[in-house]
């Protein structure tokens, strides 16, 4: 059923004509795939210093709010430019997208990451007073940032290997596989 509707939808977008556009330009495609992987590799940067401060790993001498104070807002900047250029990407080839089981692995670390960010954020600013200078950061707030840092190497990863066609449907693959990439039109092969 989820499978279906997500299909639906990518062939709804891909019938738009800026979607087309976007796909089949010379430039447009790489211009914004290029700033896609530049604004991640700030935001990227900019949350492995914090991440690693938090940790206690680097920089222990500096306040760990200090750190992120500075570093949030080219953070934040770097993230919604990243996920602009990304749903352009999505926009610009959504039926492949959408069938490919490394986006679908990319999207449900992504909301992971965002619930993580929320959480870690809240227990970071709840308590950085009782141990802003202490060069190793409370346990709570280490695992977060360990979290952190796995889950969004797990996003680069997962979204570097949507270019490869692995696991794509046009392929002979087992049926988990045909259903956890959404390949809706070979599962339905499979059962006639």
Not at 51 to 64: C, E, K, Q, S, Y
Not at 148 to 163: C, E, H, P, Q
Not at 165 to 175: G, I
């Amino acid at each position: 059923m989820l499978n279906e509707l997500l299909l639906t939808f990518a062939q709804w977008l891909d019938t738009h004509q800026w979607s087309t556009g976007i796909h089949e330009s010379i430039y447009v495609y790489s211009w914004i795939e290029a700033t896609h992987v530049l604004t991640l590799m700030v935001f990227l940067g900019m949350l492995c210093v914090i991440d690693l401060r938090m940790l206690g790993v680097i920089f222990p001498n500096v306040p760990a709010s200090k750190i992120a104070q500075r570093l949030d807002k080219p953070m934040m900047i770097g993230f919604v430019v990243m996920l602009i250029t990304g749903f352009l990407l999505f926009y610009a080839i959504p039926v492949r997208s959408t069938q490919s089981i490394w986006f679908r692995i990319k999207v449900v670390l992504l909301i992971l990451a965002g619930i993580n960010a929320f959480m870690f954020r809240a227990k970071m600013q709840a308590s950085s007073g009782t141990w802003d200078l202490d060069p190793v950061p409370p346990k709570r707030i280490r695992m977060g940032a360990a979290a952190s840092l796995v889950l969004w190497s797990g996003v680069v990863i997962t979204g570097r290997t949507i270019a490869y066609d692995w696991f794509d449907c046009h392929k002979q693959l087992p049926e988990f596989m045909y259903w956890a990439a959404g390949c809706v039109n070979e599962l339905a092969a499979l059962k006639q």
